[in-house]
């Protein structure tokens, strides 16, 4: 009875799989978001993403990345002066990936849309800068196998730095907050499907 059931669980495992398998696409792409603004960060990256496709127009999928930006961390306003205090930041986003695909030719126009949490490998968890959105629009060049293809979207991620401000005639009397903000910035992204 035990090896009945050993069996048939590899079986439905062995099926599952082969039918997880039919529709199972992956991607890779690498890019840039450019910071917008008064206060601005710029980040570098590459991604991995991983889902299935449903038909000819619709992909859900999961992604995860690792990125470099020097990140703003304080802002110092004294005399008139401001200055920035910047840190390198290790950026891993984890989120979810729909893709819209709007034609089935080879020349393709696409949306998608991420929506994750990012974290800082350079900091703890909860100093993570958390929430990212990011909607796009782009195009794929299909091939027999494979795709190629490039995306333009807006990404906003949440971000935390320290806002200082000399509000006195003396040299220590400083007003100091945390200020929490979704930092705004373009992505551009080049990429491959296969």
């Known amino acids: 009875m035990k ?59 999961a992604g995860v990345g690792v990125g470099y930006s020097n990140a703003l961390t304080l802002i110092e306003i004294k005399d008139g002066t401001t200055k920035e205090l910047r840190n390198d930041a290790v950026l891993i986003p984890i989120y979810a990936n729909l893709k819209a695909n709007l034609t089935k030719s080879r020349i393709s126009p696409f949306l998608h849309f991420n929506i994750g949490y990012t974290f800082d490998a350079m900091q703890y968890a909860k100093d993570a800068p958390g929430l990212m959105i990011e909607p796009a629009l782009g195009i794929d060049f299909k091939f027999e196998k494979t795709a190629l293809y490039a995306a333009f979207g807006f990404k906003l991620q949440h971000h935390e730095y320290s806002y200082m401000r000399n509000v006195g005639a003396l040299d220590d009397n400083w007003d100091i907050e945390t200020r929490s903000e979704l930092s705004k910035s373009i992505s551009i992204k080049l990429g491959i499907k296969f």
């Open 3 to 61: 090896r009945t059931l050993i069996t048939l669980f590899i079986f439905v495992l062995a099926n599952i799989g082969a039918y997880a398998q039919k529709g199972y696409e992956k991607r890779i792409e690498i890019g840039t978001s450019i910071g917008v603004g008064e206060y601005t960060n710029t980040s570098f990256g590459a991604s991995m993403i991983n889902g299935y496709r449903f038909n000819d127009y619709f992909f859900i999928g």
